[in-house]
Each structure stands twice: as structure tokens, then as C-alpha cells.
């Protein structure tokens, strides 16, 4: 596509549900960020992964988060158990790795998910 | 990994007057990017300088990198309500790394 996509666009859910949010990179960008803001907050860095490969989960907050990339392409952040805290817009970016390889390289966001636990 | 500081927090503006935002960081950079985030989507490029830069302009925007003192303005000149956004600086770590740290940005509203 032409863009990062990100499904679903709004949810709600209610506290202790499992919710999973998908994103679509750019086709070919290999990295793929996850990230977390808060109202009126910058985006707080999730995870990332290069094609298939988690390389860095160390801002995932709790072991109720979990993310995947099983072919590279296509990525689940996945919530269990939903917490109200858990309320926060969810934005996924992608990149293809230039000279500066990774998080030095021009990302390009979806639109994000707004999640609003109840 | 590496973060950004934007300073002023918010800045309110009348259209047509130059809007300047600044960005601190604390250790080696390969680059610096400057993105906008309009409310309620993601965020969008603007412009990246790369470490041995000093300046760089893309149409009204215009960077500054002083890596000696570890910091970056964007000056937005001629501003428009069109403006109104919220900026972030994201420092590109050196060494390979990959991990981006947003600060809380600057809030910009431009007044008509």
C-alpha cells in the first residue's frame, strides 16, 4: 500500500478482555516499531523488530504485551487482560534501513489505534 | 538509546510570525529528524540532518545542528494555522543502534 496501515482505528474494550491491534508496514521496509503515547505525551517506544526477528521488547510494559512478526511483514501487538491504564493511542512505524540503519532512519507512522478500556 | 528534549513545551503564535523549537539530546547521533503530529494522527517526516550537517532548509522549515553543544532548533517561518501541531525531534543513535526516544514535544498553535 501506500502507507502504514493500522486496524482497528478506535476500540474499546472492556477491563480484562484481550485485544490484538494489527499494522501493516510500507511493502519491503524490513523494521517495523511499535509505540505507545499517552495523551499529551510523545510516543514511548514499545518494541522493534527487523523483518521477522523481535530485536528489542525492553519497552514493552508488562508481560501482558506481546508483539509479532512471523513473516516479516504483517505485526500483532497483542494486550492481554486489559487494564484501564492500558488506555492510550498504539502507533506502528516502519523503515527501510538507509546508511543509518534502524531507529536513525526515516520512520513512516500509521495513524495509529486509540484504545479505551473501560 | 537516545532522547530528545523539545523546549518550549507549548508556543502560541500569530500566522505569519516565525515559530522556533528547540531539541536537546545527551550522547552521539548519526542524524537528527524532526516529525509534526497533528492531533489524533501519527506522525509525519519533516526533515533529517545528518551529523556532519550544520543547516538544512526544506521550503519554510529550516534546521540547525550544533553537535557540540548537543542540541537542534527547526525554525518555521511565515507560519500558517495549517501549522498547529505538535513537534518532536527524535535523535538517530550512533553505533547501529535502532532504538528511538521521543520527548513530549513542542505544541504549537498558530492563530489566524
Known amino acids: 500500500g501506500a502507507g502504514v496501515s493500522q486496524s482497528p482505528r478506535y476500540k474499546v474494550a472492556k477491563r480484562g478482555q484481550d485485544v490484538a491491534l494489527r499494522c501493516d508496514p510500507i511493502?519491503?521496509?524490513?523494521?517495523l516499531f511499535w509505540y505507545q503515547q499517552a495523551l499529551g505525551q510523545g510516543p514511548e517506544f514499545l518494541t522493534y523488530?527487523?523483518?521477522?526477528?523481535?530485536?528489542?521488547k525492553s519497552g514493552l510494559p508488562s508481560d501482558r504485551f506481546f508483539a509479532e512478526r512471523p513473516e516479516g511483514s504483517v505485526s500483532t501487538l497483542k494486550i492481554q487482560r486489559t487494564q484501564q491504564e492500558d488506555s492510550a493511542v498504539y502507533l506502528c512505524?516502519?523503515?527501510?534501513?538507509?546508511?543509518?540503519?534502524?531507529?536513525?532512519?526515516?520512520?513512516?507512522f500509521g495513524p495509529g489505534t486509540r484504545l479505551t478500556v473501560l | 538509546s537516545q532522547q530528545g528534549e523539545e523546549d518550549p513545551q507549548a508556543l502560541s503564535i500569530q500566522e505569519g510570525e516565525n515559530a522556533t523549537m528547540n531539541c536537546s539530546y545527551k550522547?552521539?547521533?548519526?542524524?537528527l529528524q524532526w516529525y509534526r503530529q497533528n492531533s489524533g494522527r501519527g506522525l509525519v517526516h519533516l526533515i533529517l540532518?545528518?551529523?556532519?550537517?550544520r543547516e538544512k532548509h526544506s521550503g519554510r522549515l529550516r534546521v540547525t545542528l550544533d553537535t557540540s553543544k548537543k542540541s537542534s532548533s527547526l525554525l518555521i517561518t511565515a507560519s500558517r494555522a495549517a501549522d498547529t501541531a505538535s513537534y518532536f525531534c527524535?535523535?538517530?543513535?550512533?553505533?547501529?543502534?535502532?532504538?528511538?526516544?521521543f520527548g513530549a514535544g513542542t505544541r504549537l498553535f498558530v492563530k489566524a
Open positions: 512505524a516502519s523503515s527501510s534501513p538507509g546508511r543509518a540503519s534502524g531507529g536513525g532512519d526515516t520512520q513512516y
Open positions: 511493502s519491503g521496509h524490513v523494521s
Open positions: 527524535a535523535p538517530g543513535p550512533g553505533g547501529g543502534g535502532f532504538k528511538t526516544i
Open positions: 523488530f527487523q523483518n521477522e526477528a523481535q530485536l528489542d
Open positions: 550522547t552521539s547521533i548519526n542524524n
Open positions: 540532518i545528518r551529523s556532519n550537517e
